[in-house]
């Protein structure tokens, strides 16, 4: 992908939803993923020990693996969730977010818009869930022919408004800038060179089919919540889809 592109922020628009039937698959670790269950290692306990996206989320993600450079691959931050870990992660990053923004005496509506930027609420809609929920959203970074993680600037999950996707191109407060940017900016065109859109408060968060995808592309949502591991489709070992 060409770094000399910057990255856009896209303001979007809800549609209605027009929600289909599709697998779940679970991506294994091969030469073009590498899977963290971040939160499962964290000791969340609500937290499962797979990475497990859409049929259609796998499919281009291994489109946006091709505009990698040669023995670059991703690294998975975290994919579906259960609704028990959203509510367990909503409840733990809330305190975080309004320390970190010093909200303690703001009123509740800017608080709660600080907090969804960083992590959704917890409804038990199917129709209107968290985006994890769904299997449509991921977190993820990119790792070098070594293995290691590139440098963007931020950590996964920093409260910061460092972690804005679209940060490094107009600040430059480190002198690894041009590194940083360019790196963002590598992870970004080839997740939405195959059709996944950005969450803009999160470098590392890139969502297809699911509402905040909707919200970008001006499309119907195609993916409703599914909020247990016991009500989906058995999930199929991705390397057997080939």
């Avoid at 697998?23 to 269950?37: A, H, N, S």
């Avoid at 691959?73 to 870990?85: G, I, K, N, S």
């Avoid at 994890?132 to 999950?157: I, P, Q, S």
């Avoid at 408004?161 to 590598?186: C, F, G, P, Q």
Wanted: charged fraction near 30%; aromatic fraction near 14%; charge should be negative.
């Amino acid at each position: 992908m060409n770094p000399a592109i910057p990255i856009i922020e896209n303001p979007g628009e809800m549609r209605i939803a027009e929600f289909t039937d599709s697998p779940f698959v679970e991506i294994k670790p091969d030469e073009r993923f590498e899977t963290g269950c971040t939160y499962f290692e964290a000791g969340m306990k609500n937290a499962v020990k797979a990475c497990l996206v859409r049929k259609e989320v796998y499919e281009r993600l291994l489109k946006a693996h091709a505009f990698l450079p040669k023995g670059y691959r991703f690294y998975l931050f975290d994919t579906w969730r259960p609704f028990l870990l959203q509510e367990e992660l909503y409840g733990f990053y809330s305190e975080k977010v309004i320390r970190q923004f010093h909200l303690e005496n703001a009123e509740e509506e800017e608080k709660q818009k600080r907090i969804a930027a960083f992590v959704s609420v917890p409804v038990k809609d199917p129709a209107f869930p968290p985006v994890h929920t769904t299997g449509g959203a991921v977190d993820l970074t990119v790792l070098d022919e070594k293995g290691r993680m590139l440098d963007m600037g931020a950590g996964f999950d920093e409260i910061s408004e460092k972690s804005n996707t679209a940060y490094y191109e107009t600040v430059r407060d480190t002198e690894n800038y041009y590194t940083i940017r360019d790196n963002r900016r590598l992870l970004y065109h080839a997740m939405t060179g195959a059709g996944f859109t950005n969450l803009p408060s999160e470098w590392w968060h890139y969502d297809y089919g699911d509402r905040f995808w909707a919200y970008y592309t001006n499309q119907p949502a195609v993916y409703a919540g599914v909020f247990e591991r016991g009500t989906m489709e058995k999930a199929t070992d991705c390397r057997a889809l080939h």
